[in-house]
């Protein structure tokens, strides 16, 4: 299964980068992880929020690989426990869905893009620096595909 994450922002700290890495290395042969980096649109002299996001928009929308199963983090999201999202892990591989989930940037991302989502997730109800949300998000799918491989990472 294809898992490609489209998350605006670059230059990230580098524990941020590292965190990613680690987590995604360990995926092994089924999940083929990736992580692409969206340029965020410059605010000020003219460019407002709404005008920045709907520029960052188009260029996720471009990102999108055909036939994704389409995941927007959103704190106003559904939030899965990590039980219930290796059962979603398990219901897509099985489906043969390829998944694309999606970071918004400083302001977040369009109303159009979260109608455009089969799902939006939350990982906490608290609101998270972008980067560390690709942090998150890398280790819940690594602990999904734990769980559903009975691996120690994962203790109840
Ligand atoms: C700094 S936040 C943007 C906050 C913005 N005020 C909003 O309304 O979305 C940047 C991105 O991180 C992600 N994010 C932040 N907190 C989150 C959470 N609790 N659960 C899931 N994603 C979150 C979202 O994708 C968001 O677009």
Redesign the pocket.
């Known amino acids: 299964m294809n898992i490609t994450v489209l998350a605006v922002g670059t230059k990230m700290p580098q524990w941020v980068d590292h965190a990613v890495r680690d987590y995604s290395k360990r995926f092994g042969r089924e999940i083929q992880f990736q992580l692409k980096e969206i340029k965020p649109e410059k605010r000020g002299a003219g460019v407002n929020a709404a005008q920045a996001m709907a520029a960052e928009e188009q260029r996720i929308v471009a990102a999108i690989p055909a036939h994704s199963y389409l995941i927007?983090?959103?704190?106003r999201?559904k939030a899965p426990t990590s039980m219930e999202l290796a059962d979603s892990l398990k219901k897509w591989q099985q489906q043969g869905d390829n998944l694309c989930f999606?970071?918004?940037?400083?302001?977040?991302?369009t109303t159009n893009l979260k109608q455009r989502a089969n799902m939006l997730?939350?990982?906490?109800?608290?609101?998270?620096?972008?980067g560390m949300?690709r942090v998150l998000l890398t280790e819940q799918l690594y602990r999904a595909q734990s769980i559903l491989h009975n691996h120690p990472y994962h203790r109840e």
């Open positions: 927007v983090l959103d704190e999201g999606i970071i918004g940037g400083a302001d977040g991302m997730m939350r990982l906490s109800s608290l609101t998270l620096p972008h949300v």
